[in-house]
């Protein structure tokens, strides 16, 4: 579809809230489909993906710009966090976006703010360990005031935080949400490293160590399609494939990809999920495993699940 007259280029700025629901007020009313894009800013493909699915789904495409505090642990990441809206702005209307959201500190939490969104448990886990329970908190807190200050029709999300997607998904069921939430595959460099904002932190020689992820995603996804089951041996091969690189994983774990819980055998679906330090810089990955058709076929003369959407 195409951008609808009222928000033709070049795109609109707002950064009130009142001011974004006055803009998609008409479009609503006429019943047009709105698509939102929650973002940090520091667009690279990964995130203009998400925009150009959103374009080609939805009539209107709203685009947030918010760095979150509340979901910083650290105060130094939140300083150093990248910060070009002018280019972001740019590249979001070449990607197809009709408005840019971008609120400052204060809109978002005025002076008073009292209220957080929790999503129990499944925030406990991998990068809830970590980064403590007030990273998931401010996510889902932030995520859900998106949601309501903007009220899209469909809300896109990136595979490559697929516990983020897990905890939303979650959110928008229990709090019965009226969005569609829609995942969108992991956008890669050429060699493989997953594209994020926090890459541009990296100098060229932990660039080169960074690659121990997708190495590691790489090993497991190998001996799983060779129809390796037990989780602790395909997680010892993720391991052994990030030694080369000098990179300790600070979690390299197999876990339902529904509840997060730890799996021992790869008999189904599962979700393998990484994270590591590479100098300064925290990254995560993750992909789906399946268990391999033939070792279905043998062990339980069934046929294999065909989706792997997440
Ligand atoms: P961020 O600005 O890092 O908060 O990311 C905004 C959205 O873009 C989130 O839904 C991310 O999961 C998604 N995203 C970030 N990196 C990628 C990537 N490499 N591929 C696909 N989606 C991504």
Do not use: W
């Not at 940090?40 to 699915?53: K, N, T, V, Y």
């Not at 969104?117 to 329970?133: F, I, K, N, P, Q």
């Not at 268990?291 to 076929?297: F, L, R």
């Not at 003369?301 to 065909?306: C, I, N, S």
């Amino acid at each position: 579809m195409k951008p609808s007259d009222s928000f033709s280029t070049p795109m609109r700025t707002v950064r009130a809230v009142g001011e974004l629901r006055r803009a998609l007020s008409a479009a609503r009313r006429e019943g047009r489909t709105i698509g939102l894009v929650p973002t940090m800013g520091a667009l690279h493909e990964g995130h203009l993906s998400l925009i150009a699915r959103a374009r080609a789904q939805c009539d209107l495409v709203v685009v947030s710009l918010f760095v979150n505090p509340s979901q910083f642990n650290e105060r130094s990441d939140l300083d150093a966090y990248p910060r070009q809206e002018e280019q972001d702005r740019r590249l979001a209307g070449e990607a197809g976006a009709d408005l840019l959201f971008a609120p400052s500190v204060e809109e978002v939490y005025p002076v008073g703010f009292a209220t957080s969104v929790e999503v129990l448990g499944l925030t406990d886990r991998l990068e809830g360990a970590v980064r403590g329970s007030s990273h998931f908190r401010g996510v889902t807190t932030v995520v859900t005031k998106l949601l309501n200050m903007t009220m899209p029709d469909v809300a896109y999300f990136g595979q490559k935080d697929a516990q983020q997607v897990i905890v939303i998904k979650r959110l928008v069921e229990d709090l019965n949400l009226p969005v569609t939430v829609e995942v969108c595959p992991t956008v890669r460099e050429p060699d493989g490293l997953a594209m994020s904002s926090r890459n541009a932190r990296l100098d060229p020689g932990e660039r080169a160590r960074a690659l121990a992820l997708f190495s590691a995603l790489e090993a497991a996804d190998r001996v799983a399609a060779d129809g390796e089951r037990s989780g602790e041996t395909i997680l010892g091969h993720a391991r052994e494939a990030m030694r080369p690189f000098d990179v300790e994983p600070e979690y390299v774990a197999l876990v339902d990809p529904y509840t997060l819980e730890p799996l021992e055998r790869l008999d189904r679906r599962a979700l393998l999920a990484i994270a590591a330090r590479i100098g300064g810089t925290r990254l995560i990955d993750n992909t789906i495993l399946e268990p391999s058709p033939q070792t279905i076929a043998i062990s339980r003369g069934e046929a294999r699940p065909t989706s792997v959407a997440a």
